[in-house]
């Protein structure tokens, strides 16, 4: 059975994905299942992908101690993944919020990564949107037929009122277009509300590992030091979370190279495939 005990006796699931040499992946949300990757766009062709359900996601357990769901922890996780597959270092890919794990793993055990792909990250040792940024991308949606409900919806949920789950939900599919470069009835079968959370408790608790701004500069140098390749790969029309915080992380290490996908918003191996194969592919090889 693909799931292994982790320091804590936390069980995690993780799958094996294609053939050739393996390629951790880390899921973001966070909380997302892993099953909304698919097959990246094709990379299975090209690499194994072994992709890991976090705490408190898809098929792995609750942890006991919710604390331990935070990114910083997380990176725990992936050192026992590296160790159950018995592998002296590993390439790791992570998408949005799961860039935050990846990167703190590369940085909490040095030499252990080879390789490190960054898909829409939502920051480095945080969120890092540009608000601005992201108003302008969303803004510039504003002919398409979506526009004003998404709006209205996006509108209500920086609110930050009082929403119940079910609220939630149904506001979050309505701005489920921004995230997309171009939305039509095709993309309506990626959205997939069980492939969300389920637990509302999830998302304060996983970055809750951000650092206090009395330490933020000490954590990104820590980041910076790392000293390996890092490909970084951003979307124009991500209205998620916007190409600003693609553009941080790729400026913080010394050895990175950012790529910029014209035709893509937060999920590029979806609206991009060929493109995202062959860069992810020829990076890591």
Do not use: K, N
């Not at 094709?42 to 604390?67: E, H, I, K």
């Not at 769901?69 to 597959?85: H, I, W």
């Not at 990250?121 to 526009?147: C, K």
């Not at 010394?254 to 893509?264: F, G, I, Q, T, Y």
């Amino acid at each position: 059975m693909p799931a292994f005990e982790t320091y804590d006796g936390t069980s995690l699931w993780y799958e094996l994905l294609g053939e050739g040499p393996p390629l951790v992946v880390l899921p973001g949300g966070p909380g997302m299942d892993l099953r909304y990757l698919g097959d990246l766009g094709g990379l299975t062709d090209r690499r194994q992908l072994v992709v890991l359900d976090p705490r408190a996601t898809g098929r792995s357990a609750v942890p006991a101690d919710r604390g331990t769901v935070s990114f910083t922890e997380q990176a725990r996780d992936v050192e026992a993944l590296r160790e159950l597959l018995g592998l002296e270092r590993i390439d790791l890919l992570g998408h949005s919020a799961g860039c935050l794990t990846a990167q703190e793993y590369a940085a909490a055990h040095p030499g252990r990564v080879r390789r490190l792909v960054l898909v829409t990250p939502v920051g480095r040792v945080t969120r890092e949107p540009d608000e601005a940024e992201l108003t302008r991308l969303r803004e510039a949606r504003s002919g398409e037929p979506w526009y004003p409900d998404a709006a209205e919806a996006h509108r209500l949920l920086a609110g930050g009122g009082d929403l119940s789950g079910a609220e939630l939900a149904a506001l979050g599919r309505l701005v489920t277009p921004f995230s997309w470069h171009h939305w039509d009835d095709d993309r309506h079968v990626e959205h997939r509300p069980e492939h969300g959370s389920p637990h509302p408790w999830l998302r304060a608790a996983y970055y809750a590992g951000a650092p206090a701004p009395a330490d933020r500069e000490q954590r990104l140098a820590r980041l910076a030091a790392v000293g390996v390749p890092v490909l970084v790969l951003a979307g124009a029309s991500d209205g998620l979370i916007g190409t600003a915080p693609a553009r941080l992380a790729a400026a913080l290490y010394p050895d990175a190279r950012l790529e910029l996908m014209d035709r893509s918003g937060h999920r590029p191996w979806v609206e991009e495939p060929e493109r995202f194969t062959e860069l992810v592919a020829g990076f890591l090889s």
